[in-house]
């Protein structure tokens, strides 16, 4: 590793300066789309995990909504 950034659209800009590749969620392709090309990963899969402070019925709602979800929906494509 030559490069190292905290931010995605500073991540961008090292790949579009030809300093290297990265690895992004699919989301990150409505920030920036001059000289970046972005390639699926077959198969490649992302760990998601959720936290909150205390019992909220809203999160516990949430939660079970992203794990019904997550059975049947390719989250990745909507990017």
Same mark, same amino acid.
């Given at each position: 590793? /030559? &490069?190292? #950034? #905290?931010?995605?659209?500073?991540? *961008? =800009?090292? %790949? #579009?300066? =030809? %300093? =290297? /590749? @990265? +690895? ?7 920030? +920036?789309?001059?000289?970046? %090309?972005? /390639? ?5 899969? /992302?760990? @998601? !995990? $959720?936290?909150?402070? @205390?019992? &909220?019925?809203? $999160?516990? +709602? *949430? !939660? #079970?909504? *992203?794990?019904?979800? $997550? =059975? ?8």
């Amino acid at each position: 590793m /030559v &490069q190292h #950034a #905290a931010t995605v659209p500073n991540l *961008l =800009g090292l %790949v #579009a300066a =030809g %300093v =290297g /590749v @990265t +690895r992004l969620a699919a989301s990150a392709r409505t920030l +920036r789309d001059t000289g970046v %090309v972005f /390639v699926p990963i077959a198969g490649d899969a /992302v760990e @998601t !995990v $959720a936290a909150w402070r @205390t019992a &909220q019925p809203a $999160a516990e +709602r *949430l !939660v #079970a909504l *992203l794990a019904e979800m $997550a =059975g049947h929906t390719d989250l990745t494509a909507a990017g």
